[in-house]
Nanobody, 123 residues
Framework: QVQLVESGGGLVQTGGSLRLSCAAS????????MTWYRQPPVQEREMVAI???????NYADSVKGRFTVSRDNPKNTVYLQMNSLKPEDTAVYYC?????????????????WGQGTQVTVSS
């Protein structure tokens, strides 16, 4: 059983900061990449940031320069530092573990998702 639990969401004013955390637990040998997605009200889910096991990162254009993704591999935890927040950043933020292997010999790695955490930025 693998679980991803996000935390750190909340209500913040425009220009403020929040730090989201996502911890994966259970039977885990390795995780290829960890991502943050968000889903604003009545909109499609969109990728915000991704970080590979080697530390390579990529960001949506809308958050470049404001958000920073980091990862603690031994703890299977990913973070999203969000600065200079804007009302359009309001969304439910989800993390995912991409191609998670439960054992070294796992031939069918799966993707797992957390339950989401609400971020609301007031104007």
């Amino acid at each position: 059983q693998v679980q991803l639990v996000e935390s750190g969401g909340g209500l913040v004013q425009t220009g403020g900061s929040l730090r989201l955390s996502c911890a994966a637990s259970g039977t885990i040998f390795s995780i290829n990449a960890m991502t943050w997605y968000r889903q604003p009200p009545v909109q499609e889910r969109e990728m915000v940031a991704i970080i590979t096991s080697g530390g390579s990162t990529n960001y949506a254009d809308s958050v470049k320069g404001r958000f920073t993704v980091s990862r603690d591999n031994p703890k299977n935890t990913v973070y999203l530092q969000m600065n200079s927040l804007k009302p359009e950043d309001t969304a439910v933020y989800y993390c995912s573990a991409v191609r998670l292997k439960k054992t070294r010999w796992d031939l069918d790695p799966q993707d797992y998702w957390g339950q989401g955490t609400q971020v609301t930025v007031s104007s």
